[in-house]
């Protein structure tokens, strides 16, 4: 999946997390975090995650473009463009998983 993000919006992205158990029953998880990551790469140990807004399995996110006047807890994309990132932890387990491509115009 890709997303367009003009240079001068601020804009909410709202994305459906799911998470189900063993027993195809749905699991309650504790939070999502999220990160943006160059194309053509995937997280590291030093990839810089911060907490996404999550609530009843939709994650919540504010993007602004690299000339918008960004609103509090806005990220910023850069011009050259993004992957986001998200993780649950659910220790033991950690899963990130690619979200989508967030170009910039």
Partial sequence: ???TLHRI???YRHYEVT???A???PATL???TAA???PGHGPTPGTDWWPAVYDDGTVTVLLAGPDADPADGAVVIPAAGVNLWFRVVDSPEVVARLVERITVR
């Fill in 1 to 3: 999946m890709a997303f």
């Fill in 9 to 11: 919006e601020c804009v």
């Fill in 19 to 21: 998470a189900t158990l």
């Fill in 23 to 25: 027993g195809g029953g």
């Fill in 30 to 32: 504790p939070g999502v």
């Fill in 36 to 38: 943006l990551i160059a």
